[in-house]
């Protein structure tokens, strides 16, 4: 009895468990590992409770804050008045439209890079020449003001409601507005 009393103290005796510390080299303690992720939580649940307090902001803390909320509605509701704008007048939307094709490319990469990097994504623009860009932008240059030229000289644009644009064609009538035109009393 004696040697197997002494067999088993050895591997559990004198409060050890051989076998569980030799079973912990080959797979973690499901108790401890318990233990050690209950600790991590609550010092980073503490870690954030003392982030988030309530303090003391001044008024210029709360002025950033609201100007760095303000780009991404701003963006969406400028959209919709572009939107809007060309529905109420087209013929100025279409001007403006024209001018923007002035605009470089190499400035709508820095607005496209400023815009991605603002909202968190990477933009970068490869393998495009800046003097090539400015000298396609500047070969368009005539084009557009020969477009804003015709969308001024337009009579639509001195009286938007006139019923004289569809008399004043140059030939390019519509024969089936002209069939109804005709058949009107």
Do not use: H
Not at 20 to 30: D, L
Not at 47 to 76: H, T, W
Not at 161 to 173: C, K, R, T, V, W
Request: hydrophobic residues 45%; aromatic residues 10%.
């Amino acid at each position: 009895m004696g040697v197997m009393n002494g067999i088993l103290s050895m591997f559990f005796g004198g409060g050890r468990n051989v076998v569980a510390e030799t079973a912990e080299v080959f797979r973690v303690n499901a108790e401890k590992s318990s233990v050690r992720d209950a600790r991590q939580m609550q010092a980073a649940m503490g870690q954030y409770g003392q982030e988030f307090q309530n303090e003391k902001r001044g008024y210029f803390d709360r002025f950033v804050d609201a100007l760095n909320r303000l780009p991404r509605p701003a963006m969406a509701l400028g959209t919709l008045a572009l939107l809007i704008s060309a529905m109420v007048n087209p013929l100025c939307f279409a001007s403006r439209m024209q001018g923007l094709a002035l605009v470089p490319d190499p400035l709508w990469w820095l607005l496209g890079a400023v815009v991605s990097f603002y909202f968190g994504a990477r933009y970068q623009a490869k393998g495009q020449e800046f003097q090539t860009s400015i000298a396609q932008t500047l070969a368009r240059t005539p084009e557009v003001l020969r477009n804003i030229g015709s969308i001024n000289a337009s009579p639509i644009l001195a009286d938007p409601l006139s019923s004289e644009i569809a008399e004043n064609d140059d030939g390019d009538a519509n024969p089936a507005l002209a069939a109804w035109r005709n058949k009107q009393p």
